[in-house]
């Protein structure tokens, strides 16, 4: 198997997540934070496929999905058009809100489409090509794309965990 026949699946995985985490709630859950200082459903999914969207467009110098095919618009976030997420307090946090799961989803399904698109399309020696030099070791393309692999699991478990607090405290 190819390296990126096994990061395919892997993204594959991050969408299954997604949806599992997202299909089915009401906009109060999705923007639901379990205490003031944590993050919603809505944050979670929403950065997950921002840091997703940012970083793998930027390693295949491609256009970001969020702002070449208008989902800065209709997010319509009062946040600066390249964020992403990283680093926001609780009150950025809390900007981030959505009136669907739809949103989300689709917006995360328009991102994974890129990925694999570009995923599909590299060979063996392209997971050697740098793509940051600002880390020391300078980062390759390897593993820029499993640490976005990583990061999205991450939050696409915190996000499946928030899911589960909130279904419990109705139950």
Not at 133 to 140: G, K, N, Q
Not at 154 to 161: E, I, L, R, T, V
């Amino acid at each position: 198997m190819h390296a990126k026949d096994i990061l395919i699946d892997a993204y594959s995985r991050i969408q299954e997540e997604v949806h599992a985490a997202v299909d089915g709630l009401g906009s109060d859950d999705l923007n639901a934070r379990p205490t003031g200082d944590t993050n919603s459903i809505a944050w979670l999914v929403w950065h997950l496929t921002r840091v997703q969207d940012d970083h793998v467009a930027d390693a295949a110098d491609l256009d970001q999905v969020w702002l070449s095919q208008g989902w800065e618009k209709r997010f319509g976030l009062d946040l600066p058009r390249r964020d992403t997420g990283y680093g926001h307090s609780p009150q950025k946090v809390a900007k981030v809100r959505v009136e669907s799961g739809e949103l989300l989803t689709g917006y995360y399904d328009a991102v994974h489409e890129q990925t694999l698109g570009f995923v599909r399309g590299l060979t063996a020696k392209d997971f050697e090509r740098i793509v940051d030099e600002r880390w020391d070791p300078p980062v390759s393309l390897g593993v820029r794309l499993v640490s976005v692999l990583s990061d999205d699991l991450q939050h696409a478990g915190q996000a499946a965990y928030v899911r589960g607090l909130l279904q419990s405290a109705v139950a």
